[in-house]
Nanobody
């Protein structure tokens, strides 16, 4: 079992940056694929970024490529999402998720564990 807690959300102006953190507790964190998803009112939960167990393989939604970077520190049981050049359309609740897989997963269904979410609001 894995428990996930997100932090780092907040209010930022367009063009600014935020770094989200997801602290994991439980066994075998390094064996999990980690992903970030986001959801805004009235919309489906959307894949943002994912990283495999080693941190070598990553995947990003087209809407965030070149602006967001996912990384993980297995020694600290933590995954990060560095968000630069933020846009108002990035406003959403951001969720951290974990899946017992080797490759990056880009849909929410395979992820077994989810954090509580952290709000990111980007003003124009």
């Amino acid at each position: 079992q894995v428990q996930l807690v997100e932090s780092g959300g907040g209010l930022v102006q367009a063009g600014g940056s935020l770094r989200l953190s997801c602290a994991a507790s439980g066994r075998s964190f390094s064996s999990y694929v980690m992903g970030w998803f986001r959801q805004s009112p009235g919309k489906e939960r959307e894949f943002v970024a994912g990283v495999n167990w080693s941190g070598h393989s990553t995947n990003y939604a087209d809407s965030v490529k070149g602006r967001f970077t996912i990384s993980r520190d297995n020694a600290k049981n933590t995954v990060y999402l560095q968000m630069n050049s933020l846009k108002p359309e990035d406003t959403a609740v951001y969720y951290c998720a974990a899946a017992p897989a080797l490759g990056v997963l880009t849909t929410p269904a395979p992820y077994d564990y989810w954090g509580q979410g952290t709000q990111v609001t980007v003003s124009s």
